[in-house]
């Protein structure tokens, strides 16, 4: 079993970055495929990025595609997702979540962090 413990969430201005770090402890991350979700307050958590075992294969969701990056370093056992051009509607929790295959779907992932708070100011 993998315990995930996100950090790097803050308070940034809009068209500011943020990178977050998902560290893994446990099991070695690169026994997982990775995602990103956020939920937003009074809303359903989504999906925001995923990245497959090896790191060969990454998906994103509509809203953050061309502003914000996920990848992963084995060595350092860390998911990261780079964060540009942020976007007051882009202030949520966001989570990180491992699974045996990358997908988009939340129920999938059985393994979760507890989340860090983004917020971006307009």
């Known amino acids: 079993q993998v315990q995930l413990v996100e950090s790097g969430g803050g308070l940034v201005q809009a068209g500011g970055s943020l990178r977050l770090s998902c560290e893994a402890s446990g099991r070695t991350l690169s026994s997982y495929a990775m995602g990103w979700f956020r939920q937003a307050p009074e809303k359903e958590r989504e999906f925001v990025a995923a990245i497959s075992r090896i790191g060969g294969s990454t998906y994103y969701a509509d809203s953050v595609k061309g502003r914000f990056t996920i990848s992963r370093d084995s060595a350092k056992n860390t998911l990261y997702l780079q964060m540009n051009s942020l976007k007051p509607e882009d202030t949520a929790v966001y989570y990180c979540?491992?699974?045996?295959?990358?997908?988009?779907?939340?129920?999938?992932?059985?393994?979760w962090g507890q989340g860090t708070q983004v917020t971006v100011s307009s």
């Open positions: 979540a491992a699974a045996p295959t990358a997908t988009v779907y939340m129920h999938r992932y059985p393994y």
